[in-house]
């Protein structure tokens, strides 16, 4: 096992698990996280590049182009609103941590992708979120039964029922309006003070929210995921194909 390889993966890890706690608490994840993540790591992908340098020139320009791509798209997905700044800047970042995919002998099980680490880790955050409806949906199914299921579906797969006092970064499917009536609608709303206080005079103790929740926490998963079991967009592009 690449011993140094190791350490710069368990780095990083504790720099996004950080940066989800960060952004689950306030929504606003420093630059100077990102900053840090790069002072830690550099040293270590200049080392591993220097000796690919010696044995693999071909490999060089392959991660130079790689990382040039994937900073490039992680830009056009932010300019697009596909996510925030600080989901565009950790994946820049592991562009830059990681040129090469992380290999530590066993890992990953299945597979490199298309050989760009980071690219990978988008794949698979993007894969995560309809494992988290699923999720949902058992959650909801044991809690609140299967009764509700018929009459609203999309709240099974999509949220929970949250105590009014306890909305935060929430969405809401229920609220009560400015005639003071219980409006359930499919498209979730953001909440703002005047609408939890209509929710808390309403006397309502719970109601159908969805989890605004960042992206950066599936960075994270889809991470792990692209360091231990590989690509899971790329294998399923080769089953179908």
């Known amino acids: 096992m690449n011993f140094l390889e190791l350490v710069k993966i368990i780095i990083v890890l504790c720099f996004l698990i950080y940066a989800c ?14 900053k840090f993540m790069l002072i830690f790591t550099i040293p270590i992908t200049a080392f591993q590049v220097y000796e690919t340098a010696l044995r693999e020139q071909l490999l060089i320009i392959f991660a130079f182009i790689g990382a040039v791509f994937m900073i490039s798209f992680s830009y056009v997905l932010y300019r697009m609103n596909a996510y925030g700044g600080a989901d565009a800047k950790a994946l820049m970042c592991l562009a830059v941590i990681f040129p090469f995919y992380p290999d530590l002998g066993a890992f990953p099980v299945i597979n490199n992708g298309f050989g760009i680490f980071s690219f990978s880790v988008l794949a698979n955050s993007v894969i995560f ?19 509700g299921f018929i009459k ?45 206080a209509r929710l808390k005079k309403s006397g309502l103790q719970k109601v159908w929210a ?22 899971v967009l790329f294998l399923a592009i080769s089953f179908i194909l």
Do not use: Q
């Open 21 to 34: 706690k960060l952004d689950l608490k306030s929504r606003i994840i420093p630059n100077k996280v990102w």
């Open 210 to 231: 969805t989890p605004a929740l960042p992206f950066i926490i599936f960075i994270t998963f889809g991470y792990i995921t692209a360091v231990f079991l590989g690509d």
């Open 129 to 147: 979120a309809p494992f988290l409806m699923f999720g949902l949906l058992f959650r909801n199914l044991s809690r609140e039964g299967p009764r």
């Open 152 to 196: 609203n579906p999309l709240y099974y797969i999509a949220g929970y029922k949250i105590p009014v006092e306890k909305i935060g970064f929430h969405n809401l499917f229920e609220f009560v309006d400015e005639k003071g009536e219980l409006k359930r609608v499919r498209r979730a709303v953001e909440p703002n003070e005047e609408i939890i």
